[in-house]
């Protein structure tokens, strides 16, 4: 009775123990984390204002782990976990289950089980998945379940990192390359190659696959290093336990910024760090096609004021599946300031090798770009007053042109994006991309700038309220020369429709009888799509012109026509030579709001859905009127208020 009472007084202090150990632990926890919050505080005061004033010095960098470091200093030994700082409290599942001593901390739901050098093993040495290495199939969860953790990891980061995590971090992709591209012949004396790759809170598989396949396929000799850069990331599995993998992979470097720099910035820092004569910035979420960097580095050799991007093959959020996009291609933006990659058929030439000739391109994506290391110092690098992310990559590539460089897209190199479904992240303020656009608009666009300001009305009204302070990018334009938007439009890319956005046949296209605006729900991609109607949007996503050819010009490129596809109107691709076909041809009656197709001389009308075709009102809904769709038609004129049309200009005239 005694011994009994003694052991569970025994127990029962032991419990205590625990309980205070446990106590202390989370106490632990929430003070570092208060310390680590306080110290982030006080360096960046507002966290909504901190990306406004960026400093790239070095002294607000905190160099965590570099692997060439340690490895001189420690050889293969892991560095003990006592070395970490304000993350060492992190429990990762697959790191407690190794060390069960420890009381480890409850498991939270949907950590991470994170692969650790070794850890299969029970050795330090770090042993890697191998190519074609299906990895982790014990996650695989039965049905519905299965379902349910893939849609929540879509919601948390853009794209199915569960089916991600189930493929190899060193998949090989399928060889997409055009046959002639193998008979190719590099230089062996390329310059090297500083790989910099910035991330915020990306999957720990995506960005670790991207690292793993540029180790896999760029040359030892061209490949001087691989930057990764924190751009203050808060996920647990980018701390530690990133540090602790990267220590052992042979050329990687982590750096972590202490504050939030956004891509422009953090690429910026990366290439302030960097020792190889050429950048590669690449996404956190790519993977490299065999032979993807010598091409690349070919081109920027033979002309260091050349930059180049690789074919930008697409891995679908969904599935994870690797499409190859069809060459060729190049980079193109419209007048609301978007990227896209656009098909570029060129005239069939007799010399095959043309086949793999590179493209000149109007601009490049942000995706992956090779850029000579003095160019781009020289050339002012990213912009530093552009906010986290959007339209950078614009602004550097009307930069490049203007300022004595150039851009293409070199075929024989193919790098795959991962697309995302949404962003990952919520952005501080709905107004960062506009206001980055309006930084190019402001600085580059002269009195173009005009044309995307009404086709984007937020940004209209941002810069009425405040002006942004571009005088150093002013200066720098000045001091490198840097030619005019005019120039821009007219050598670099003179595909690109300038819209005339005539006073009162411009703006948004008005219909009187069923007070609404017409409207292209195919959104802005492909032709052919019927036009429809619907509530007036003021954004100026809705903008359209009718221009002195007589077409209505629809689209944030201005290129695609008001077409008559039988009765109903829908959008073709306009035409290119003048003067157009009387198919593409309107003309607006002022007095009675009528729009005339020429070829039909019928009026455009308006339909909302369900109304009643030719009686007024609709009052008598018998059984056997026919009721139509909704959409726009061509019907015979009549003072008809569907009938009845005015283009509502969204932005002052001398707005801007
Ligand atoms: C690959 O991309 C093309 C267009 O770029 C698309 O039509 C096709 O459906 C895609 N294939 C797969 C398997 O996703
Ligand atoms: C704009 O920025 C420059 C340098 O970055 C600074 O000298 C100037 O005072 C700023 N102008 C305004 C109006 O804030």
């Given at each position: 009775?005694?011994?009994?009472?003694?052991?569970?007084?025994?127990?029962?202090r032991?419990?205590?123990?625990?309980?205070?150990?446990?106590v202390?632990?989370?106490?632990?926890?929430?003070?570092?984390?208060?310390?680590?919050?306080?110290?982030?505080?006080?360096r960046?005061?507002?966290?909504?204002?901190?990306?406004?004033?960026?400093?790239?010095?070095?002294?607000?960098?905190?160099?965590?782990?570099d692997?060439?470091?340690?490895?001189?200093?420690?050889?293969?030994d892991?560095?003990?976990?006592?070395?970490?700082?304000?993350?060492?409290?992190?429990?990762?599942?697959?790191?407690?289950?190794?060390?069960?001593?420890?009381?480890?901390?409850?498991?939270?739901?949907?950590?991470?089980?994170?692969?650790?050098?070794?850890?299969?093993?029970?050795?330090?040495?770090?042993?890697?998945?191998?190519?074609?290495d299906?990895?982790?199939?014990?996650?695989?969860?039965?049905?519905?379940?299965?379902?349910?953790?893939?849609?929540?990891?879509?919601?948390?980061?853009?794209?199915?990192?569960?089916?991600?995590?189930?493929?190899?971090?060193?998949?090989?992709?399928?060889?997409?390359?055009?046959?002639?591209?193998?008979?190719?012949?590099?230089?062996?004396?390329?310059?090297?190659?500083?790989?910099?790759?910035?991330?915020?809170?990306?999957?720990?598989?995506?960005?670790?696959?991207?690292?793993?396949?540029?180790?896999?396929?760029?040359?030892?000799?061209?490949?001087?290093?691989?930057?990764?850069?924190?751009?203050?990331?808060?996920?647990?599995?980018?701390?530690s336990?990133?540090?602790?993998?990267?220590?052992?992979?042979d050329?990687?470097?982590?750096?972590?910024s202490?504050?939030?720099?956004?891509?422009?910035?953090?690429?910026?820092?990366?290439?302030?760090?960097?020792?190889?004569?050429?950048?590669?910035?690449?996404?956190?979420?790519?993977?490299?096609?065999?032979?993807w960097?010598?091409?690349?580095?070919?081109?920027?050799?033979?002309?260091?004021?050349?930059?180049?991007?690789?074919?930008?093959?697409?891995?679908?959020?969904?599935?994870?599946?690797y499409?190859?996009?069809?060459?060729?291609?190049?980079?193109?933006?419209?007048?609301?300031?978007?990227?896209h990659?656009?098909?570029?058929p060129?005239?069939?030439?007799?010399?095959?090798?043309?086949?793999?000739?590179?493209?000149?391109?109007?601009?490049?994506?942000?995706?992956?770009?090779?850029?000579?290391?003095?160019?781009?110092?020289?050339?002012?690098?990213?912009?530093?007053?552009?906010?986290?992310?959007?339209?950078?990559?614009?602004?550097?590539?009307?930069?490049?042109?203007?300022?004595?460089?150039?851009?293409?897209?070199?075929?024989?190199?193919?790098?795959?994006?991962?697309?995302?479904?949404?962003?990952?992240?919520?952005?501080?303020?709905?107004?960062?991309?506009?206001?980055?656009?309006?930084?190019?608009?402001?600085?580059?666009?002269?009195?173009?700038?005009?044309?995307y300001?009404?086709?984007d009305?937020?940004?209209?009204?941002?810069?009425?309220?405040?002006?942004?302070?571009?005088?150093?990018?002013?200066?720098?334009?000045?001091s490198?020369?840097?030619?005019?938007?005019?120039?821009?439009?007219?050598?670099?890319?003179?595909?690109?429709?300038?819209?005339?956005?005539?006073?009162?046949?411009?703006?948004?296209?008005?219909?009187?009888?069923?007070?609404?605006?017409?409207?292209?729900p195919?959104?802005?991609?492909?032709?052919?799509?019927?036009?429809?109607?619907?509530?007036?949007?003021?954004?100026?996503n809705q903008?359209?012109?009718?221009?002195?050819?007589?077409?209505?010009?629809?689209?944030?490129?201005?290129?695609?026509?008001?077409?008559?596809?039988?009765?109903?109107?829908?959008?073709?691709?306009?035409?290119?030579?003048?003067?157009?076909d009387?198919?593409?041809?309107w003309?607006?009656?002022?007095?009675?709001?009528?729009?005339?197709?020429?070829?039909?001389?019928?009026?455009?009308?308006?339909?909302?859905?369900?109304?009643?075709?030719?009686?007024?009102?609709?009052?008598?809904?018998?059984?056997?009127?026919?009721?139509?769709?909704?959409?726009?038609?061509?019907?015979?004129?009549?003072?008809?208020p569907?009938?009845?049309?005015?283009?509502?200009?969204?932005?002052?005239?001398?707005?801007?």
């Amino acid at each position: 009775m005694r011994l009994w009472g003694r052991g569970r007084a025994l127990r029962q202090r032991m419990l205590c123990l625990w309980l205070l150990l446990l106590v202390l632990a989370l106490v632990m926890l929430g003070v570092t984390d208060l310390l680590y919050r306080d110290q982030n505080q006080r360096r960046v005061p507002s966290p909504s204002r901190s990306f406004h004033h960026r400093v790239h010095s070095p002294v607000d960098l905190e160099v965590i782990v570099d692997s060439r470091d340690s490895a001189a200093a420690g050889g293969l030994d892991l560095p003990p976990l006592t070395s970490l700082q304000e993350d060492q409290l992190l429990i990762v599942p697959s790191f407690a289950q190794r060390s069960r001593a420890t009381p480890a901390a409850p498991q939270k739901k949907g950590t991470y089980r994170v692969l650790l050098p070794g850890a299969n093993k029970g050795t330090a040495a770090p042993t890697f998945l191998t190519h074609g290495d299906k990895g982790k199939s014990p996650r695989v969860k039965p049905g519905s379940l299965q379902k349910d953790v893939e849609v929540s990891s879509v919601q948390k980061y853009g794209f199915n990192e569960v089916a991600s995590e189930r493929i190899s971090l060193r998949r090989g992709l399928p060889e997409a390359r055009n046959p002639a591209c193998m008979g190719e012949q590099y230089s062996e004396s390329l310059p090297s190659a500083s790989v910099v790759i910035c991330f915020h809170n990306e999957a720990w598989s995506t960005l670790l696959r991207t690292v793993h396949s540029v180790l896999d396929t760029a040359p030892k000799q061209h490949l001087r290093e691989v930057l990764l850069l924190d751009d203050l990331s808060q996920h647990g599995h980018l701390k530690s336990v990133l540090s602790e993998y990267v220590a052992h992979l042979d050329g990687v470097r982590l750096i972590r910024s202490t504050k939030r720099l956004g891509i422009g910035g953090c690429r910026s820092l990366g290439a302030a760090r960097a020792a190889g004569e050429v950048l590669v910035f690449m996404d956190s979420h790519c993977e490299c096609l065999k032979g993807w960097l010598e091409p690349l580095l070919e081109r920027v050799a033979q002309d260091r004021t050349r930059v180049v991007s690789p074919v930008m093959d697409v891995i679908d959020w969904q599935t994870l599946r690797y499409n190859a996009t069809q060459w060729p291609v190049r980079g193109v933006f419209d007048w609301r300031l978007d990227f896209h990659w656009e098909p570029y058929p060129r005239p069939k030439e007799k010399d095959s090798n043309s086949a793999i000739q590179p493209v000149r391109s109007p601009a490049l994506g942000g995706g992956v770009l090779a850029i000579d290391r003095h160019f781009f110092q020289s050339v002012g690098a990213y912009d530093p007053g552009m906010l986290l992310l959007g339209a950078e990559q614009i602004e550097l590539s009307i930069r490049v042109w203007s300022c004595g460089g150039s851009m293409e897209v070199v075929p024989c190199s193919r790098v795959a994006h991962l697309n995302h479904h949404h962003l990952p992240y919520l952005l501080p303020d709905q107004e960062v991309l506009q206001r980055n656009k309006i930084r190019i608009a402001d600085t580059w666009m002269d009195a173009y700038r005009k044309i995307y300001y009404s086709r984007d009305t937020l940004a209209h009204f941002i810069r009425q309220s405040e002006s942004p302070n571009v005088t150093e990018q002013e200066s720098l334009k000045k001091s490198l020369g840097c030619r005019n938007f005019h120039w821009f439009l007219t050598t670099v890319y003179p595909e690109l429709y300038i819209p005339q956005d005539r006073p009162a046949l411009s703006g948004e296209l008005y219909n009187v009888g069923t007070s609404s605006c017409a409207d292209y729900p195919g959104g802005k991609g492909q032709p052919g799509g019927a036009m429809n109607i619907a509530p007036c949007s003021g954004t100026g996503n809705q903008h359209c012109e009718l221009n002195s050819m007589g077409e209505v010009r629809w689209g944030p490129a201005g290129a695609l026509c008001f077409d008559s596809g039988g009765e109903k109107v829908a959008l073709s691709p306009c035409p290119t030579h003048q003067p157009s076909d009387s198919r593409f041809q309107w003309k607006y009656i002022k007095l009675s709001g009528q729009l005339v197709h020429q070829q039909s001389q019928l009026c455009l009308e308006a339909m909302k859905e369900g109304g009643l075709l030719h009686s007024d009102g609709g009052q008598e809904r018998g059984v056997n009127t026919p009721t139509t769709e909704k959409g726009l038609f061509l019907r015979p004129c009549t003072h008809h208020p569907r009938q009845q049309w005015h283009f509502e200009q969204l932005v002052a005239p001398k707005g801007a």
